[in-house]
């Protein structure tokens, strides 16, 4: 069993930075897509931003393009997510996610994946 855990979350003003980080507990981790989801108040959970198992391929929801960049550190086993230009928004609780070591490309549906973090909570106020 993979377990993540994030951290890096709190409170910024709008225009400033955060970086998410989410280690794993077992080696596997470098194996697998890895994403990241967040869910504001109210609302549902939504794709952020995923990385497939070789770094190579990368992708982003519309929202946060150009802001937000994914990346990962295999022989830490942590995946990261470098948040700028943080908009009030983007205030939700983040999720990091894994899926199996044996699926390598990311994916944006949610339950696709099959590990996931605790979640850490980023405001961002105006």
């Known amino acids: 069993q993979v377990q993540l855990v994030e951290s890096g979350g709190g409170l910024v003003q709008a225009g400033g930075s955060l970086r998410l980080s989410c280690a794993a507990s077992r080696g596997t981790f470098s194996r697998g897509a890895m994403g990241w989801f967040r869910q504001a108040p109210g609302k549902g959970r939504e794709f952020v931003a995923a990385?497939?198992?070789?770094?190579?391929?990368?992708a982003y929801a519309d929202a946060v393009k150009g802001r937000f960049t994914i990346s990962k550190d295999n022989a830490k086993d942590t995946v990261y997510l470098q948040m700028n230009s943080l908009k009030p928004e983007d205030t939700a609780v983040y999720y990091c996610a894994a899926r199996y070591f044996l699926e390598s490309d990311w994916t944006v549906r949610d339950y696709n994946y099959r590990y996931w973090g605790q979640g850490t909570q980023v405001t961002v106020s105006s």
């Open positions: 990385i497939s198992r070789s770094g190579v391929s990368i």
